[in-house]
């Protein structure tokens, strides 16, 4: 199988601890994007990498989160002195850039680390 | 900023009834519009997806179409079955081609 693979796939800790997520896309994408999703809501956006580059990280990621793609390939999160309220599904995705360049491209989902901070 | 509203559910239907699942969205320009479906125990998925106003994009009997007048892009399926009980979420990606905006999802259950 050539998904997209997460690991771990659950992770408790205990506040104040630093956590790290992996995220392994499929292997001819460029696009990797990471998300957060909380019961009964759906996906919210963290950041997106295209390559190694990272170009964009949402307002919702505190100074706490990092994220790194150091090859362009599978990817890291990670969170420093996790809180309670980091408590939440992690989703991972990738997707291949057009060959027309255009939007619109299907994101291919892994499935999740649930993070429980106790 | 970017959003989309989803109506809420859970939505339950009998077997073979008609489903209307209702997505509005609020975005600059014009963006692209997706429908991805996470089954129980399974990960999120494309359903199906419109990228220019006036498409229409269908998958698995569910058509969507893009509707720039009304900023919508409503779900629907002519005849459900029990194995459409999933949870849909409708979804845009902005202009600039990477930031996609999900809404909070609306789950569905069918009744044999």
């Known amino acids: 199988d050539t998904g997209v693979s997460q690991d771990p796939r659950h992770k408790i800790t205990k506040r104040g601890q630093n956590v790290t997520f992996r995220c392994d896309p499929i292997s001819e994408h460029n696009r990797l994007y990471w998300y957060r999703q909380t019961l009964g809501q759906g996906p919210e956006f963290l950041t997106y990498f295209q390559n190694e580059a990272q170009l964009e990280k949402s307002r919702l990621l505190s100074d706490r989160f990092s994220a790194e793609r150091p090859k362009g390939s599978f990817s890291t999160l990670e969170i420093q002195r996790t809180e309670q309220g980091d408590s939440a599904m992690y989703l991972c995705?990738?997707?291949?850039?057009?060959?027309?360049?255009?939007?619109?491209?299907?994101?291919?989902f892994g499935p999740g680390t649930r993070l429980t901070v106790l | 900023g970017d959003s989309v509203t989803q109506m809420e559910g859970p939505v339950t239907l009998s077997e073979e009834a008609f489903l209307t699942i209702n997505c509005t969205y609020t975005?600059?320009?014009?963006?692209?519009l997706f429908w991805y479906v996470q089954y129980p125990g399974e990960g999120l998925q494309l359903l199906l997806k419109a990228t220019k106003a006036d498409d229409k994009g269908s998958n698995k009997g569910f058509e969507a179409t893009y509707r720039k007048e009304t900023t919508s892009f409503h779900l629907e399926k002519g005849s459900v079955q029990v194995s459409d009980s999933a949870v849909y979420f409708c979804?845009?990606?902005?202009?600039?081609?990477?930031?996609?905006?999900f809404g909070a999802g609306t789950r569905l259950f069918v009744k044999a």
């Open positions: 975005a600059t320009g014009y963006p692209s």
């Open positions: 995705a990738s997707s291949r850039t057009g060959t027309s360049g255009r939007a619109g491209n299907e994101q291919f």
């Open positions: 979804a845009l990606e902005g202009v600039g081609g990477f930031k996609t905006i």
